[in-house]
């Protein structure tokens, strides 16, 4: 059979799909957050903690009482069931294999911050079967409560075990005379984390964590200015972030 | 064709009651779960994902290994399959149905399922493995009952159908392959970050499907009117014999390795498995039951004059219970033991957790009763 007009036509339209197909892949996976020069085009927020200037009060849970009480995240007594956007554990925890027996004394069995890496390459976010948690532009991975399904692949995926599930129904640990009129709450059966309080940095605010700190260990900004908070305290320091080795990119700079 | 499910012994009544009585326990207890969620069960931040998930794994592989007598019979016109080609296929269709109810049971949101299709997201192996398996679903179903019908009207199968069973041949490996894809790429996860992940699930696959298809061609051969016979038995073990083998070969060589490099973040889930390593209440002792019934099943099975009759029946039931473990439950657990923060939480299945489990079981048995029924009285009728 000759091949007319129509059916060319509808085979270039096919093929052209499937390579307009292949593009939006590149455009999904996340690369296109660099310009064409390679460099990085908008802002990447990003934080880092000052571990020394945070050891100095070993008791103080300022930030995380902020957070917590500032996003509705309960207070569930069950460890093992526990949601936490910002906690605390020790270094060695935190980042294994980096203290050795000898040097830096006054880390050794110190706690420090944990929460989401805000990752420029989340496996998270890859491997999310729906989309409910994606990369927003400035680097933020967020979390839709209404898209999730509860499967928690994206836990499995995360590496620095910094999502949480609702077990139950959150709602059932707040104290009813305490929640914040301007944040949701949530639902039980979805995973949720720490989302470098997006909704103050579109206002031009900093996380309620750094706000909270007495300290001023918590230091955040853009990291592709190089005016940031951020890039001045990294510039002077040598800083450390979690398991780099496994090519995530994580924002969350630890400053020795 | 379908009325034959009406017509049955007094077995075969009883068996449908106590399978229907465990699903309904299984949907009680269900109820309950999406009433207080899943806390109900017994996992945790650090392990999340259980008993549900590491069935839904084991159960793929059993999906998957119809092709050990699907390939046999129509690529290479092994004959003695023949009999047992609808049984296979059978038992990928409930399987592939335990598959699904699995994932759907282990969801928070359950009555979101559907936004896996409405927001397809071509980065997660998860979507991939709901499309092929659906798929996979579709394929067996519609290739056994045509083949089945074309039987009962004592016709050839109609020639559209061969494609597709060609075409299930490669989509069995793809499914549990995209399986193993969902484990085998995550940074950070060592006892599934391992180029062999795919590879142990389809030894691993085609050693536990075929002993389940041994048990149940027993079964047939004891309770129903239809014998599949010995041939087909025989064959089927040999094939255990050296997918077993494969199976027990690549857990060595993930021991090797993770042992000899000495890395410890490689190290510590194996350990944390087969030593009990961190917190005494580990899998330790089901770990061991595991290897002590796969060296059972490779004794029988490598003296072919075991591998036969009632030794043949012990070693698949062994070489089943030992996957059963190791996939349905060690493999899945183990990657979450030591969580990231280097923790070593316990877990153990609930009540609850356990009586749904058994509800899907139940749900998959009673539809490959019904299917395995009509068969074997087609088959009954077809002798006449």
Same mark, same amino acid.
């Given at each position: 059979?000759?091949?007319?007009?129509?059916?060319?036509?509808? !085979?270039?339209?096919?093929?052209?799909?499937?390579?307009?197909?292949?593009?939006?892949?590149?455009?999904?996976?996340?690369?296109?957050?660099?310009?064409?020069?390679?460099?990085?085009?908008?802002?990447?927020?990003?934080?880092?903690?000052?571990?020394?200037?945070?050891?100095?009060? *070993?008791? +103080?849970?300022?930030?995380?009482?902020?957070?917590?009480?500032?996003?509705?995240?309960?207070? %569930? &007594?069950?460890?093992?069931? /526990? %949601?936490?956007?910002?906690?605390?554990?020790? %270094?060695?925890?935190?980042?294994?294999?980096?203290?050795?027996?000898?040097?830096?004394?006054?880390?050794?069995? /110190?706690?420090?911050?944990?929460?989401?890496?805000?990752?420029?390459?989340?496996?998270?976010?890859?491997? +999310?079967?729906?989309?409910?948690?994606?990369?927003?532009?400035?680097?933020?991975?967020?979390?839709?409560?209404?898209? +999730?399904?509860?499967?928690?692949?994206?836990? /499995?995926?995360?590496?620095?075990?910094?999502?949480?599930?609702?077990?139950?129904?959150?709602?059932?640990?707040?104290?009813?005379?305490?929640?914040?009129?301007?944040?949701?709450?949530?639902? !039980?059966?979805?995973?949720?984390?720490?989302?470098?309080? *997006?909704?103050?940095?579109?206002?031009?605010?900093?996380?309620? +964590?750094?706000?909270?700190?007495?300290? !001023?260990?918590?230091?955040?900004?853009?990291?592709?200015? &190089?005016?940031?908070?951020?890039?001045?305290?990294?510039?002077?320091? %040598? *800083?450390?972030?979690?398991?780099?080795?496994?090519?995530?990119?994580?924002?969350?700079?630890?400053?020795? | 064709?379908?009325?034959?499910?009406?017509?049955?012994?007094?077995?075969?009544?009883?068996?449908?009651?106590?399978?229907?009585?465990?699903?309904?326990?299984?949907?009680?207890?269900?109820?309950?779960?999406?009433?207080?969620?899943?806390?109900?069960?017994?996992?945790?931040?650090?392990?999340?994902?259980?008993?549900?998930?590491?069935?839904?794994?084991?159960?793929?592989?059993?999906?998957?290994?119809?092709?050990?007598?699907?390939?046999?019979?129509?690529?290479?016109?092994?004959?003695?399959?023949?009999?047992?080609?609808?049984?296979?296929?059978?038992?990928?269709?409930?399987?592939?149905?335990?598959?699904?109810?699995?994932?759907?049971?282990?969801?928070?949101?359950?009555?979101?399922?559907?936004?896996?299709?409405?927001?397809?997201?071509?980065?997660?192996?998860?979507?991939?493995?709901?499309?092929? $398996?659906?798929?996979?679903?579709?394929?067996?179903?519609?290739?056994?009952?045509?083949?089945?019908?074309?039987?009962?009207?004592?016709?050839?199968?109609?020639?559209?159908?061969?494609?597709?069973?060609?075409?299930?041949?490669?989509?069995?490996?793809?499914?549990?392959?995209?399986?193993?894809?969902?484990?085998?790429?995550?940074?950070?996860?060592?006892?599934?970050?391992?180029?062999?992940?795919? @590879?142990?699930?389809?030894?691993?696959?085609?050693?536990?499907?075929? @002993?389940?298809?041994?048990?149940?061609?027993?079964?047939?051969?004891?309770?129903?009117?239809?014998?599949?016979?010995?041939?087909?038995?025989?064959? $089927?073990?040999?094939?255990?014999?050296?997918?077993?083998?494969?199976?027990?070969?690549?857990?060595?060589?993930?021991?090797?390795?993770?042992?000899?490099?000495?890395?410890?973040?490689?190290? @510590?889930?194996?350990?944390?498995?087969?030593?009990?390593?961190?917190?005494?209440?580990?899998?330790?002792?089901?770990?061991?039951?595991?290897?002590?019934?796969?060296?059972?099943?490779?004794?029988?099975?490598?003296?072919?004059?075991?591998?036969?009759?009632?030794? $043949?029946?012990?070693?698949?039931?062994?070489?089943? #219970?030992?996957?059963?473990?190791?996939?349905?439950?060690?493999?899945?657990?183990?990657?979450?033991?030591?969580?990231?923060?280097?923790?070593?939480? #316990?877990?153990?299945?609930?009540?609850?957790?356990?009586?749904?489990?058994?509800?899907?079981?139940?749900?998959?048995?009673?539809?490959? @009763? $019904?299917?395995?029924?009509?068969?074997?009285?087609?088959?009954?009728?077809?002798?006449?």
């Amino acid at each position: 059979m000759e091949m007319t007009r129509l059916d060319f036509l509808k !085979k270039a339209w096919r093929t052209g799909l499937v390579l307009f197909g292949g593009a939006s892949f590149e455009v999904v996976s996340g690369s296109a957050l660099l310009a064409a020069d390679g460099k990085p085009s908008g802002r990447r927020m990003a934080m880092a903690i000052d571990i020394r200037a945070c050891v100095k009060d *070993a008791g +103080c849970v300022k930030c995380i009482s902020a957070c917590h009480r500032g996003h509705n995240v309960p207070v %569930i &007594p069950d460890a093992k069931r /526990a %949601i936490t956007w910002i906690w605390k554990d020790t %270094i060695d925890r935190a980042m294994p294999g980096v203290l050795d027996p000898y040097s830096g004394a006054d880390l050794r069995g /110190a706690n420090t911050l944990l929460l989401c890496n805000q990752c420029a390459n989340p496996p998270c976010v890859r491997v +999310c079967p729906t989309g409910a948690t994606w990369k927003r532009e400035d680097g933020i991975v967020m979390m839709d409560q209404h898209r +999730c399904i509860g499967c928690r692949y994206c836990m /499995a995926a995360c590496p620095y075990g910094s999502r949480s599930f609702n077990w139950g129904d959150p709602r059932r640990y707040l104290d009813k005379g305490s929640v914040a009129r301007d944040y949701p709450t949530r639902t !039980k059966g979805t995973v949720e984390k720490c989302e470098f309080c *997006a909704e103050r940095v579109d206002r031009g605010l900093g996380p309620l +964590c750094a706000g909270a700190c007495a300290e !001023k260990a918590i230091l955040f900004g853009d990291l592709n200015a &190089p005016g940031s908070a951020v890039r001045k305290a990294l510039a002077g320091r %040598i *800083a450390l972030r979690r398991k780099p080795e496994l090519g995530t990119d994580p924002s969350v700079y630890y400053l020795l | 064709m379908i009325e034959k499910v009406f017509h049955g012994s007094r077995r075969y009544w009883l068996l449908l009651l106590v399978l229907g009585a465990l699903i309904a326990t299984g949907i009680f207890f269900y109820l309950r779960q999406t009433s207080e969620g899943l806390a109900v069960t017994g996992m945790s931040r650090s392990v999340s994902w259980g008993l549900y998930i590491a069935q839904f794994t084991f159960f793929v592989g059993v999906a998957a290994s119809a092709v050990t007598v699907v390939l046999p019979y129509y690529l290479h016109d092994y004959k003695a399959f023949g009999k047992i080609t609808i049984l296979g296929e059978f038992l990928a269709v409930s399987s592939v149905i335990m598959c699904l109810l699995f994932i759907f049971v282990d969801l928070g949101q359950p009555f979101r399922i559907l936004h896996v299709i409405l927001y397809p997201s071509p980065t997660s192996p998860m979507f991939w493995d709901t499309v092929v $398996l659906f798929i996979y679903l579709v394929l067996n179903l519609v290739i056994g009952w045509t083949v089945l019908t074309a039987e009962y009207r004592g016709t050839p199968p109609p020639s559209w159908v061969k494609p597709l069973i060609i075409l299930s041949i490669p989509w069995a490996i793809s499914i549990h392959t995209v399986t193993a894809f969902l484990y085998a790429g995550l940074p950070g996860r060592h006892l599934w970050l391992s180029a062999i992940t795919a @590879a142990r699930f389809l030894a691993s696959a085609f050693s536990s499907g075929p @002993a389940l298809l041994i048990i149940l061609c027993r079964v047939a051969r004891r309770y129903t009117d239809f014998d599949p016979g010995e041939k087909p038995e025989r064959a $089927l073990g040999l094939f255990i014999t050296y997918a077993f083998s494969a199976h027990i070969f690549f857990i060595l060589l993930e021991v090797f390795t993770a042992f000899y490099s000495g890395i410890p973040s490689h190290r @510590a889930s194996l350990e944390r498995l087969f030593w009990g390593w961190g917190d005494p209440a580990s899998l330790t002792p089901f770990m061991w039951l595991s290897m002590m019934l796969a060296a059972a099943a490779l004794f029988l099975l490598y003296t072919p004059a075991r591998r036969r009759d009632a030794g $043949l029946l012990i070693a698949s039931i062994a070489v089943f #219970a030992s996957v059963w473990i190791e996939k349905g439950l060690g493999f899945v657990v183990g990657g979450f033991n030591p969580d990231p923060m280097e923790y070593v939480p #316990a877990y153990r299945p609930t009540v609850p957790e356990s009586f749904i489990t058994a509800g899907v079981w139940a749900t998959g048995l009673y539809i490959l @009763a $019904l299917l395995f029924k009509i068969t074997a009285a087609v088959r009954a009728r077809s002798s006449e």
